[in-house]
């Protein structure tokens, strides 16, 4: 069996768009089975689809995983400027996953992916120009090596890279860099484009970010010394980055003493301490 992307469009009344692809709804296959996973309005409306497709036998080696991405014009048909007649299947390896995807303004997109190398997952960022080509003047000749998959375009098109980095003992941070619009490290940005921040003295784990004003919020998982799973809600003053002093309403609240980080996570009037070194 198969699975084929289906895109529809609503009217804010929840009534389907019939003016949109065909009587509302656009359909596209590219493998044997894809799946939609990111969606990105352009400056000019036309709208940016990412995804993962699965391969089986006997159209490529058992298992293969390809990134998909299409563009389509805002009435629904697919963007002949872009790709192969709308559409693009990127591979680096046998299998790629796609890990974030966001439009510039300028119709160029940046997408980060993640690739199993050996027996680690290694993170890469690189940008395609407003016609689907690769853009080879973005970063180190096209490509950077990042920390993590997630992308978040900045009104002023800078490029924020969120993810995990592995600490001196062995255990995952929260991991946050920025690049300039064509991936250059920004050096004005942390220490030297990087900040790296701690809030359980296991894991920290980060799901899912977002932009509100001049403020970036990232959320995620962590792990207590006890092995308690906690969750972390941070908030980040990106221009110049530091961590947001608390406030009766947030959610994370912090006693920064020498080295050593104390921080209280939150959730109604109940509070988990935990603690988590500097390094």
């Known amino acids: 069996s198969g699975a084929d992307w289906l895109i529809i469009r609503y009217h804010p009344n929840g009534s389907i768009d019939s003016s949109f692809g065909t ?35 006997p159209e490529f080696i058992y298992n293969r995983s390809d990134m998909l991405m299409a563009r389509l014009n805002t009435n629904g048909t697919f963007d002949a400027g872009f790709g192969d007649q709308g559409t693009r299947v990127i591979n680096r390896s046998e299998r790629n996953y796609l890990g974030s995807m966001q439009a510039q303004n300028d119709g160029k997109v940046v ?72 991936g250059k490290v920004d050096v004005s940005f942390g220490s030297n484009g990087k900040t790296l921040a701690s809030f359980a003295p296991l894991d920290n784990n980060l799901f899912t970010n977002q932009i509100s004003g001049g403020a970036f919020f990232a959320l995620g998982s962590g792990v207590t010394k006890w092995g308690q799973n906690v969750g972390i809600i941070s908030k980040f003053i990106i221009n ?38 500097a390094n």
């Open 111 to 182: 997408f980060g992916y993640v690739l199993p190398i050996g027996t680690t997952n290694e993170t890469f960022v690189e940008r395609l120009n407003a016609n689907g080509t690769a853009d080879l003047s973005f970063g180190e000749n096209g490509i950077l090596a990042v920390n993590g998959p997630g992308i978040t375009v900045q009104a002023d098109q800078k490029i924020l890279v969120t993810g995990s980095n592995r600490n001196n003992y062995s255990n995952t941070e929260f991991s946050l860099a920025r690049f300039t619009k064509d």
């Open 23 to 57: 009587n509302g709804i656009v359909r596209k296959n590219f493998l044997t089975r894809e799946h939609i996973q990111f969606i990105s309005i352009g400056s000019d409306g036309k709208i940016l689809l990412g995804g993962i497709g699965f391969a089986s036998p």
């Open 240 to 277: 110049p980055i530091q961590l947001c002093p608390p406030t009766a309403s947030t959610s994370i609240v912090s006693d920064k003493t020498g080295t050593n980080y104390q921080w209280q996570v939150k959730t109604d009037s109940n509070f988990v301490n935990v603690t988590s070194n």
